[in-house]
C-alpha cells in the first residue's frame, strides 16, 4: 500500500514538494456520464435546449475546470496545461452523455485531478443547462481511465 504523500511528520496536510522531480510528459485520460430522460436526451441531442447549445458549453466547462484545478482542490499546484480535448458520447439507448477529457503538460506532477475536474465541471454544465426540464438526472461513474509520465508510469483501467 502507498504511503500519503499529503500529509506531514506531524500528520498535517501539506503540498508535496515537487522540485526535485524529473520534468515528463504527462498525460490523463478521466471520463464520467449523465443519465437523463428521453425527452431531454432528445433536446440535448438535437441542440434544442432553451438555455442553449448544452454540449458547447459543457466543452468550454471542463476546459475551464481543468485550467482551475489548483483553485479547487486545496493540495493541487497549479500547472501548465499543454492541451485539453473534451469528447461525448451519446448512448441512445440508456439516455446518457459519456463525457472524456484528456488533459496534457510537460512537468513534475501529473494532471490526473486536472482531468477528473474537467469531468466534474462538464457534467455539472449539462446538469445546470438541462434541470429546468429534468431534475431527475444522475451523474457518476467518474473515473480516471488513463494516466502516463512519471515516478509511477503508466497506469490504465482495465475496464473502461
Known amino acids: 500500500m502507498a504511503e500519503l504523500t499529503h500529509f506531514d511528520v506531524h500528520g498535517r496536510a501539506h503540498m508535496v514538494d515537487v ?26 441531442k438535437a441542440g434544442r435546449m432553451a438555455k442553449g447549445d448544452v454540449l458547447a458549453v459543457a466543452q468550454v466547462a471542463a476546459i475551464m475546470g481543468v485550467k482551475e484545478t489548483s483553485r479547487l482542490i486545496p493540495m493541487c499546484h497549479p500547472l501548465f496545461v ?7 458520447n451519446l448512448d441512445e439507448n440508456e439516455h446518457k452523455i459519456e463525457v472524456t477529457v484528456k488533459v496534457k503538460t510537460s512537468g513534475q506532477t501529473g494532471v490526473e485531478m486536472e482531468a477528473l475536474t474537467g469531468v466534474n465541471v462538464a457534467l ?6 438541462c434541470k429546468a426540464v429534468d431534475k431527475e438526472m444522475v451523474m457518476g461513474n467518474i473515473r480516471l481511465l488513463e494516466k ?10 482495465e475496464t473502461p
Not at 455539472?124 to 443547462?129: A, C, E, K, N, V
Not at 502516463?148 to 483501467?157: A, C, L, N, W, Y
Open 124 to 129: 455539472l454544465t449539462i446538469y445546470d443547462m
Open 82 to 88: 499543454s492541451g485539453v480535448s473534451v469528447d461525448f
Open 148 to 157: 502516463k509520465g512519471g515516478r509511477s508510469g503508466h497506469f490504465q483501467r
Open 19 to 44: 522540485s526535485e522531480k524529473n520534468v515528463t510528459q504527462r498525460e490523463a485520460v478521466a471520463r464520467g456520464e449523465i443519465s437523463m430522460n428521453r425527452y431531454t436526451f432528445a433536446l440535448v
